[in-house]
């Protein structure tokens, strides 16, 4: 269904008026802003000539739940194997000429403990899919960082099956990161040989299931994705009732099969933010990485318009330019600079790091 203008306008002041009354009043109204909520809507939104007054309702919507706190993630990345072909990715299995490497559980525990020593509250394990860390390895590595480091432990390490996703919370696992990528089901076939749309959902649904706090998230800038996609890819969100979400540009790696296609725009990938924000007033929304890849200036706007949490890269340098799911030229300091770095960055934009 296509909505006329003047439908657009009325709907959209409406969520204007509530997001007013929840500041005003303090208390959300999100089940009010649900009911004027569809796929059409959300696609008109994101194709509007002037966005501004819906970039204005997240950042006061942020603002309301998150005050200026900005919250800054630490990331191991600890191995870069990977036994899936996801086609976007430069770490998929066909890359040859990817460099491999595997941190040890020594080396991933000294990270993860030293990140909590210089303030990080915390920290992300991420990796590919690498079967190599059984459960009990990774269970080993959360109950060693939990043990030396009072800090929340974030796993990013692709599907797993009930049972090991028990397990893992019962070590001590706190969060778990799994973006959905698309909520295309023939997008997501074409793009992931190795998977499909509906294992992928079912994972994210033990890991709400099992009480982890759960992150999902889509890129921008697919082969085949239309505006309508991207609003589906907001309501899966929202559907899955998200603790956190990664929103950000696709962007091409030379060693894979998009690897001639455009990257994704960082005005629609801002659009989806913000209305993701409006959507789930209280989610973790990060500024994501890929963002700032391919302008680091926009990172300052993705703030305005919704989002909270920043990650930064704690990976040993050694192993930093091998992790390289997209192109990158990320240039870390040692740790504890590039953390006052950063935050130094947070407070010139009026934002408040923690
Ligand atoms: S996107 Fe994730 S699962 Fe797919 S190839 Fe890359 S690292 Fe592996």
């Known amino acids: 269904m296509k909505y006329s203008k003047k439908l657009i306008n009325e709907k959209t002041n409406c969520i204007k008026n509530i997001i007013n009354d929840t500041i005003i009043n303090k208390r959300i109204s999100e089940r009010f802003i649900d009911g004027l909520v569809d796929d059409s809507f959300i696609m008109q939104l994101l194709e509007m000539d002037d966005f501004d007054d819906i970039f204005s309702c997240a950042n006061r919507i942020n603002q309301y739940t998150h005050g200026k706190y900005v919250d800054i993630r630490g990331i191991i990345e600890f191995s870069n194997f990977c036994k899936r072909q996801c086609k976007y990715c430069g770490l998929n299995k066909n890359n040859k000429k990817a460099s491999r490497y595997r941190m040890s559980v020594d080396e991933i525990v000294d990270v993860g403990v030293k990140a909590y020593e210089i303030g990080y509250k915390t920290v992300v394990l991420q990796s590919g899919e690498d079967p190599y860390y059984s459960r009990e390895i990774l ?54 040989p190795c998977g499909n749309l509906s294992s992928r959902i079912k994972c994210l649904e033990s890991l709400k299931l099992l009480n982890y706090e759960t992150g999902s998230g889509f890129m921008i800038g697919l082969p085949n994705q239309t505006n309508t996609t991207i609003a589906r890819d907001i309501l899966l969100l929202k559907n899955l009732k998200c603790d956190m979400a990664g929103i950000g540009p696709f962007i091409p790696h030379p060693e894979t099969e998009l690897k001639e296609k455009e990257h994704g725009s960082i005005e629609l990938t801002k659009r989806s933010v913000a209305i993701t924000r409006i959507l789930l007033p209280f989610a973790n929304l990060p500024a994501t990485t890929s963002l700032g890849v391919i302008d680091s200036d926009e990172k300052r706007n993705v703030f305005e318009c919704g989002a909270n949490v920043i990650m930064n890269k704690l990976t040993p340098q050694k192993y930093l330019k091998l992790y390289e799911i997209y192109p990158n030229d990320i240039e870390t300091l040692e740790p504890k600079k590039e953390r006052k770095k950063l935050e130094d960055y947070l407070l010139s934009i009026d934002r408040i790091p923690r």
């Open 139 to 192: 269970g080993n590595i959360i109950k060693r960082i939990k043990s030396n480091a009072e800090i929340k432990i974030t796993l990013s390490c692709g599907e797993l099956d009930f049972e090991s996703l028990k397990y893992l919370k019962k070590c001590g696992a706190d969060r778990y990161l799994l973006k959905h990528e698309t909520s295309d089901d023939r997008i997501y076939s074409l793009l992931h």
